[in-house]
């Protein structure tokens, strides 16, 4: 065999490989594409929304179907989370309301609760929220609303900012909650209290 033909058989293997390479990298992408399919599904189900953009939007705010759940209270930690940190107080009365919830404890959606008062969730969760849970609020989902309503989100967050201001932690709300309850209000269409 000449230096040529070495060469070629050479270039034919390293060409064989790049294919192969090539051909295992879409079929990993095709597979990760039906399971994100896959999940928007159970998304889906799970919320009663069959907005395919809007089951998109959850999932790139790192919603599964095993935390959606969560949704509705993202205004709340959001409000908790408005002078900086959760305080005791507040951490208590979230879980409380998740409990009510059916978040039970050490599932998925506890451990991203926890996470969440721990780290404050990235701005795009917050900015986002609202218009996803009106968009829940009237899709008709009892298992997604759990029976809650725009007016019991405000009331909630009411809550939230209420515990821990003013004389032993009740009453005072400030001036940042007081906005945040104005837009979070107005972003689930209800009349604040």
Known sequence: MGEHDAFAERGRALEEQYFQRRERELIEKMR?????????????????LQDSSLLQELQDMGFTPDTVMLLPLVPVLEVAWAEGGIT???????LKLA????????SAADRQ????????????VF?????????LLTSGSEQARAGLT??????HCEKIAAISGGILGMGYVS????????RIASDL???QR
């Open 32 to 48: 990760k594409a039906a399971a994100a399919e896959q999940e928007r599904g159970a998304l889906g189900e799970k919320t009663g």
């Open 88 to 94: 005791s107080s507040e951490r208590h009365l979230l």
């Open 99 to 106: 409990r009510s919830r059916g978040v039970d404890e050490d």
């Open 113 to 124: 609760l926890q996470a969440w008062m721990s780290t404050r969730p990235e701005p795009l």
């Open 127 to 135: 900015e986002r929220a609202g218009r996803l849970i009106a968009a």
């Open 150 to 155: 725009g007016e019991d989100l405000v009331a």
């Open 175 to 182: 001036r940042e909650e007081r906005e945040l309850l104005s």
């Open 189 to 191: 269409k209800t009349r």
